[in-house]
């Protein structure tokens, strides 16, 4: 078994069900390795940061490692950005890289790189095999460290020569220590000080904002009237009917301490304390107001599913039904589009169990309060503010998925960024409707821009800002990528087109220009 | 004066003509600076591998330092891949990446990264300012690095409210130590052997390849016969009619040696001696044969043009006349699509002073042997292996080069990297006519494939180098980023196509089903 062969097999036992992918001849035997092994699902996209992105959508909603499989330094750097957000979503991802094969490597052939270099910044596991009966090993330790709690990436480099070698070992992946609790005294501590201090109000991340982690928050908010919150930046959020209702800190400054005003007490719960995205000249940048307290709970990497259910436990809150969205029926509604119909149109429509994946930017923000009484569904963020997230963890998304819808709402300046996500969704037939908000423009820029307080734009800032002039078609771009589509002018029209949509067998898009 | 504006007003005074950028908001300030100076141009691209990949085709053609602005680790990230190209092209690049703010940084709030480490693998240079009066100087040193022979990648690093803050100076950049000579030895010794030793031939790269330096070359071959080659990834080649002929080493290995078949000694200029691109499980990957003397004349960052002038002065061949390729009148060919008649077809139609800009991969190879006689022209190719460098490298040297026509000959898979090229083409107006030859497939991995001798790749392996199933629609794609496109289905066809195309005033697009 040559070292190939073993990484791949190793794979496989440690329950790696999919491999994104854009190979290129150092990888030709590893190439060889996935074809004797359907049972690792190969999935090809045209550009390498639709192979991190949807790496990063697939582990948020299959709960396991997603592997991707990377051409050289190269390959590895169009992965960064979307590495960049799959770390700040603490997802685990192993990122398998080719290398020229070590005597290769001192002649400095054009496609020679620093691929250590290039991983760093977003690995925290780098490693290149050393040896054929160590690629085996290597891949199964860094399948474990990918799992080291919350979520994190690896990335393992396979030079060629160890890759197409004779004596690969296939190996076990460690077992993985699973994450601590904080010290009881903490959790008691915020017991006692959630039931003296009102208002309050528990800021969720990682596993609390979906499933065991979100009902035992619910419980809490139940028990003690605190309101929960979720990061702008979040992961994964199970919302809608009958779920305990989040609020999202909205990502304007001044809209966000509006959203925390008055509270008193807020508990942090794996993540870290809320603050804009870009500083301001005038300095403060924290989301939470100055006389509210904050208590970090649980760190990212801590239990933090396990801290909520001890804190329910000390508040006497463990058998307390958790609070629950009301089921809302949103009637559809008509005219001209605008982004609360466009919002409203979406929440009517909604299937049971969809999964949205949001980069709508600043034309989409009104879609989550319209729809939090809609049918149950996973909300995905970007949380990286890398943009060119939302089509590739579509992919991912609804690889891991199969059997739920997703809508990927994008604006257009982002999903420019990694279109090429649409070819991979029609060559896979995967069920996601893109919505692409078209306002031609980077609208949070020209927002940024009047700010600095310098005046209006002029010609050359203008230029910067727009989008337009060429308008981008995307009805033509995803025609170009096999992904029927449709430009629609009125909420009617959307409505028609989102139901066609969500009902079709494979991909499709909807250009909404605004 | 802010930091921005006296970075913008260095970056004037030092001669920099033009920004390729997708900015953010960590560089607002700097966009509100470029706002005020029309006299350096911003180009926009909608994907910072546009912006890097311009950077270098403007580099190579101008011959003056380029100049990026790019948002943050994620927007320097995206530009990785072409500053590998870049890199290879040994050509001078200058990076400005705005930061957040110095006091934002430890929040690490969603877009903070290790942008130094991003940095690292691509740029020699990288620099933080440390403060706003340090700006100036600091752009000014990095135009100064991004100018040391042959030609390297700098990165500045501004922090927000550094740019922001009062007490900018404009700076001078502080002048560049030339390139070298080898030692007078050295040269002489060449020369010596150059008359000794035959059949001889140079290896010509960087400065040598066009202008006096190929001149010079063409001087020595005339006095002493030897043969000029190019190695694969050249950087600019000037060609055609009444230029020194250079043959390219081919690619694969076995062609390479073939070229070099029966050369006794290879003189290398400029650059390193010639090995395959990837290592081959045999072993050995030297494109010179075994018996030919290797013999390096001067390195990369050595004056290989003075080299060369010197070397013809020892050989007496300083007034002889270079030798020159004849003109060749190429009929326009007629019938079905096919390698040689496309690569006939562009040979007959190429304008006088086009620059032909190569990524055509497998179904391209015949265009340079079919040209040598055509109208005088620049040949540009990928000079580091980074698929997704021929659409950016054409917005490059159409903005460097106003007067010239661009031909950019673009493999399908090669083009949909960053296929975002095509709309900045549309926003400027560039006269760049892109061909793509679209054979739906990673051709160059099928043969690697074949070459490992497990058999033909079985079903997964086949979708994995297949980029058909969809089938990518070229024309649509153009159509959606505002480039008129069609597609030819005979050489006829594809004739027609091609002069209305290198006759309009902006960009076109031509698809070659093949």
């Given at each position: 078994m040559n070292g190939a062969e073993s990484l791949v097999r190793t794979l496989v036992a440690g329950g790696v069900e999919v491999c994104f992918t854009n190979p290129g001849t150092s990888e030709m035997h590893i190439v060889a390795a996935l074809d004797r092994h359907p049972e690792l699902r190969s999935v090809l996209a045209l550009f390498e940061g639709v192979v991190s992105g949807a790496a990063d959508g697939y582990a948020r909603m299959a709960g396991k490692p997603a592997c991707t499989l990377l051409h050289l330094g190269p390959g590895l750097a169009n992965s960064l950005a979307n590495l960049h957000n799959a770390s700040r979503a603490r997802v685990p991802i192993l990122n398998i890289v080719g290398e020229h094969a070590t005597f290769h490597l001192p002649l400095d052939t054009p496609l020679s790189s620093d691929i250590r270099g290039i991983a760093q910044p977003y690995s925290l596991w780098v490693r290149s095999s050393r040896s054929t009966p160590e690629v085996g090993r290597d891949a199964a330790e860094g399948i474990a460290f990918s799992q080291t709690p919350p979520g994190r990436i690896a990335t393992l480099i396979v030079p060629a020569d160890i890759a197409w070698s004779e004596g690969g070992k296939v190996s076990e992946v460690p077992s993985v220590v699973g994450p601590s609790l904080p010290a009881t005294g903490t959790i008691e501590n915020v017991a006692r000080k959630l039931k003296a201090i009102q208002p309050a109000a528990l800021l969720l991340a990682g596993g609390t904002l979906h499933g065991e982690g979100l009902k035992h928050a619910g419980r809490i908010a139940a028990a003690t009237g605190a309101k929960l919150f979720a990061p702008y930046p979040f992961t994964r959020l199970e919302r809608g009917a009958g779920t305990p209702p989040v609020e999202r800190i909205p990502y304007p400054l001044d809209q966000a301490r509006e959203a925390l005003k008055g509270i008193r007490l807020l508990v942090v719960v794996g993540s870290i304390p809320p603050h804009a995205y870009f500083a301001s000249q005038s300095g403060n940048s924290a989301c939470?107001?100055?006389?509210c307290e904050l208590q970090i709970l649980a760190k990212p990497e801590e239990d933090s599913v396990g801290t909520l259910e001890n804190l329910a436990l000390a508040l006497g809150a463990n058998t307390v039904p958790p609070i629950a969205e009301k089921p809302q029926r949103i009637a559809i509604p008509a005219g001209p589009l605008s982004p609360n119909g466009i919002a409203a149109t979406i929440a009517a429509l909604l299937p049971e169990n969809a999964i949205v994946v949001d980069e709508s930017m600043t034309q989409g923000r009104g879609i989550l309060a319209v729809a939090r009484g809609a049918s149950p569904h996973d909300f995905l963020a970007n949380?990286?503010?890398?943009?060119?997230?939302a089509m590739p963890m579509a992919v991912g998304a609804a690889v891991a998925c199969p059997d739920q819808r997703v809508l990927c709402l994008s604006a257009d300046g982002s999903g420019m960024?990694?279109?090429?996500?649409l070819w991979t969704m029609a060559r896979e037939g995967l069920k996601v409707t893109t919505v692409i908000f078209s306002n031609r423009a980077y609208g949070v820029l020209k927002r940024e821009f009047l700010n600095l307080g310098v005046g209006e734009p002029g010609p050359i800032a203008s230029q910067l800002f727009s989008i337009g002039s060429p308008d981008l078609d995307w009805v033509s771009l995803a025609k170009g990528m096999g992904v029927p589509a449709g430009r629609v002018a009125s909420l009617e029209e959307f409505a028609t087109a989102l139901k066609r949509g969500l009902q079709s067998q494979g991909p499709c898009l909807i250009e909404l220009p605004l």
């Open positions: 939470a107001p100055s006389e949380t990286g503010g890398s943009i060119g997230a960024y990694t279109l090429q996500a």
